[in-house]
């Protein structure tokens, strides 16, 4: 097959990520072809920089003509879209390439609509307690804590596909660490297990790749003690005897309608 003197090529890559923390990396990949989709001879260099900054770096291409490289997002002072080029310059036979790709670049975040909920499910009671702030849920196996919400940059633009933590904390510590992540949309929903009774809030972090964190809390939120023997207890004794009401009371102690409240 012959090539026309200095042919047509191409440059097609992609990018690991479109929206990105300042400062963060980005993993590029691509080839270049030429104008009938061969590789071209030998190992070309290809240069990589963001439009309008001086710094670039490049990268050689490999047997078949593809390339990678690694390269850093500009420290921006504003929020915006930014273009990363990639260039192959002409030599003989085969002309100049150039091909463009849009990446975000967000210098905050914070976490939106963020929404804790606590519902308690047994056999016996079929719904859920959503409580208001600072409510006071007595300690059972069943309950369900979900905790979710979104992640977006300062201009609202979900920040998509990157991990996060939800930390459990009580009065005085740190008593556990979730790692989750945001879904294509910069959303987040994680279902966790029942803490032990105390007083705690949840705090969402997510740190970049640079090591910067941007965190919210949730409301805070009690579990109790389960009750001991009560005033319900002792009426079941009243009404059925001793034998009558402690079994009465165990049935329903099973069924969770002992222990199922909401206090505020």
Do not use: C
């Not at 997002?73 to 150039?98: N, R």
């Not at 997510?206 to 805070?220: D, L, R, V």
């Not at 402690?246 to 969770?256: E, M, P, S, T």
Request: no cysteine.
């Amino acid at each position: 097959m012959e090539i026309t003197p200095y042919g047509p090529t191409i440059i097609e890559f992609a990018v690991n990520r479109t929206t990105v923390y300042k400062g963060e990396t980005i993993e590029v990949s691509g080839s270049l072809r030429d104008q009938f989709g061969e590789p071209l001879p030998g190992s070309q260099t290809i240069k990589i920089a963001w439009d309008g900054y001086p710094e670039s770096i490049s990268t050689k291409t490999d047997v078949n003509s593809g390339f990678s490289a690694v390269i850093q997002a500009p420290t921006v002072e504003q929020t915006d879209s930014y273009t990363l080029v990639t260039t192959f310059s002409q030599i003989p036979g085969y002309q100049k390439a150039v091909s463009n790709k849009t990446v975000h670049i967000f210098v905050n975040a914070a976490f939106q609509d963020v929404d804790l909920r606590i519902a308690i499910w047994n056999e016996s009671f079929k719904g859920k307690i959503t409580p208001d702030p600072n409510v006071s849920i007595i300690y059972e196996k069943n309950i369900n804590i979900t905790v979710k919400g979104k992640l977006v940059d300062d201009l609202g633009t979900p920040i998509n596909d990157r991990p996060m933590q939800i930390v459990l904390i009580d009065d005085k510590k740190v008593v556990s660490t979730t790692e989750t992540g945001t879904d294509q949309k910069g959303e987040f929903s994680v279902i966790l297990s029942t803490p032990p009774p105390g007083r705690y809030r949840y705090e969402l972090r997510f740190i970049t790749q640079t090591k910067e964190t941007f965190s919210t809390n949730t409301t805070a939120f009690t579990i109790l003690k389960p009750p001991g023997p009560n005033l319900f207890a002792f009426a079941l004794i009243d009404s059925f005897g001793i034998l009558g009401g402690v079994i009465i009371a165990y049935f329903l102690h099973k069924k969770g309608l002992i222990l199922t409240q909401k206090v505020s």
